[in-house]
């Protein structure tokens, strides 16, 4: 039996319509896994959680180890104890590596259910993007990222992606399909994927069937209507460049 869970801190729907307050810190979210993606308070800079440490891509692309006391409004994360090899020649572009790692969990019957993957590569581009922090309330993250975005490419560069998917019935807890991150390996450069041209990459992949989300307890939650953002709005932030 799989044994496996999905930590979820709050839901996109939140985080989209503006919730950007800290729920947790970074120290209490590692207590729940080792692999998983997010953001931090006030969406400053992208989430990469990898081998039991926390890592924030800030602005510029530049990765730091994310203090313990710093607050996380939204992450997914997990303990990845049972998994299943992967490996891959050339990808040409991310929904090409979409469209492979779809393949590998409908032939083991998994599309309903959420996954977790690591891929260790060496890539030719990693498009990315990461932001820095913008303290609002009701502003939603489209404008947000509108006014902090900043996107960079990085090139003949080794690392890591870290992938999450989400069958299309959890739209909102959080993004339909996958959602990627890259840290390179030396822990140095990373972001928000839009895309790739990866030379190979080998890694494992985990099904997961359970999920326990840490919702806010502060009232301010209580104030935001939780299904406003549109699929289109999440799509524009997931893959969007200019747009958002």
């Known amino acids: 039996m799989n044994s496996m869970k999905m930590y979820q801190v709050s839901t996109l729907q939140a985080l989209m319509l503006g919730y950007s307050r800290a729920v947790i810190p970074v ?7 080792n692999i998983g993606l997010g953001t931090f308070k006030d969406v400053d800079g992208e989430m990469i959680v990898l ?7 800030m602005e510029n692309g530049d990765v730091v180890v994310a203090e313990p006391d710093r607050g996380v409004p939204f992450s997914t994360v997990c303990v990845m104890k ?5 490996e891959f020649g050339c990808i040409n572009s991310i929904e090409e590596l979409k469209m492979a790692l779809n393949n590998i969990i409908d032939s083991h019957f998994g599309l309903n259910s959420m996954h977790m993957a690591r891929i260790d590569g060496e890539f030719d581009i990693v498009d990315a993007r990461s932001e820095s922090g913008y303290e609002s309330v009701h502003v ?3 404008t947000i990222l509108g006014k902090t975005q900043k996107a960079f490419k990085f090139e003949k ?3 890591t992606l870290v992938c999450v998917y989400f069958p299309d019935y959890m739209d909102g807890i959080n993004a339909f399909g996958w959602h990627l991150h890259f840290i390179s390996d030396d822990r140095a450069h990373g972001g928000h994927v839009f895309d790739i041209i990866m030379k190979s990459g080998k890694g494992q992949i985990s099904k997961i069937n359970s999920i326990e989300i840490k919702l806010p307890e502060g009232p301010m939650f209580d ?8 699929e289109e709005e999440i799509k ?4 969007g460049h200019g747009t958002v």
Not at 27 to 33: A, D, I, P, V
Not at 82 to 86: A, Q
């Open 27 to 33: 120290s209490e979210l590692l207590n729940h896994g």
């Open 140 to 142: 939603d993250l489209k």
């Open 82 to 86: 049972e998994s299943t090899p992967i």
């Open 223 to 230: 104030t935001y209507s939780l299904k406003q953002a549109s």
């Open 236 to 239: 524009a932030v997931e893959q």
């Open 157 to 159: 560069i080794k690392g």
């Open 51 to 57: 081998d039991g440490s926390c890592y924030r891509a």
